[in-house]
């Protein structure tokens, strides 16, 4: 069974400053998908990038990036120029290439400070 | 609607009682999923379907918990005889294509919280 691993329970980061947030995974399959969701109080997960396994470009997505170490089975989140409205759970996720749910970690709170 | 609609937003409940949670997926969505979220903590997998077809429902954790999806579009999830234990945020997320055949990114409703008193 695949695992997702979140290292980091809290986060916190200045304003206008770069975090980066940790996630390694276990699996045996050699395509999936990971994910990165943020969780606002509001409680509506929004996805906020993604990677496919078999594509080595790390993904972009305008101040997050991911670093995609697929060796060492880690995905971790880089925000770059953190905007209070990032304040959040940020959850790393799994998905087998023909799996049909993913596996979440156990999340962390990230706090932007101004 | 434009996205993942669930009702009601919060449900309170007395233990033992029955509860019935509702999802709207975004229409034409082929694939839909529940997930329970503890507080604090990770979603975890309920179950799913493909239209109208539940194909894995090897998350729900007893036999208290029922889904269905009879007409593939929304979909109910059962809680019987509910148990303290049962009080969690139960997520509901749809998506647009089957699993199997092409990947495409889970859209998530807000969320129905269930208390279980």
């Known amino acids: 069974a695949q695992t997702v691993t979140q290292s980091q329970p809290e986060m916190s980061v200045q304003e206008a400053e770069t975090v980066t947030l940790s996630c390694t995974y276990d699996t045996s399959e050699s395509n999936y998908y990971l994910f990165w969701y943020k969780q606002p109080p509001s409680r509506q997960m929004i996805l906020v990038i993604r990677?496919?396994?078999?594509?080595?470009q790390n993904a972009t997505e305008n101040r997050f990036s991911v670093n995609f170490q697929k060796a060492a089975k880690s995905f971790s989140l880089k925000i770059s120029d953190s905007q209070l409205g990032d304040t959040a759970m940020y959850f790393c996720a799994f998905e087998g290439e023909y799996g049909n749910k993913l596996v979440f970690g156990a999340g962390t709170i990230l706090r932007v400070k101004s | 609607g434009a996205g993942v609609s669930q009702s009601p937003r919060y449900k309170v409940a007395k233990r033992g009682q029955d509860v019935a949670l509702r999802c709207d997926p975004i229409?034409?969505?082929?694939?839909l999923f529940w997930y329970q979220q503890a507080l604090g903590q990770g979603p975890e997998f309920l179950t799913y379907?493909?239209?109208?077809?539940?194909?894995?429902k090897s998350g729900l954790p007893s036999d208290r918990f029922f889904a269905e999806r009879p007409e593939g579009s929304v979909s109910t999830l059962k809680i019987q005889r509910t148990q303290q234990e049962d009080s969690a945020v139960y997520l509901c997320a749809s998506s647009l294509a089957p699993r199997a055949k092409l990947n495409q990114p889970q859209h998530f409703g807000d969320g129905t919280r269930l208390s279980i008193l």
């Open positions: 379907f493909q239209n109208e077809a539940q194909l894995d």
């Open positions: 990677q496919e396994a078999y594509k080595q």
């Open positions: 229409s034409g969505h082929v694939s």
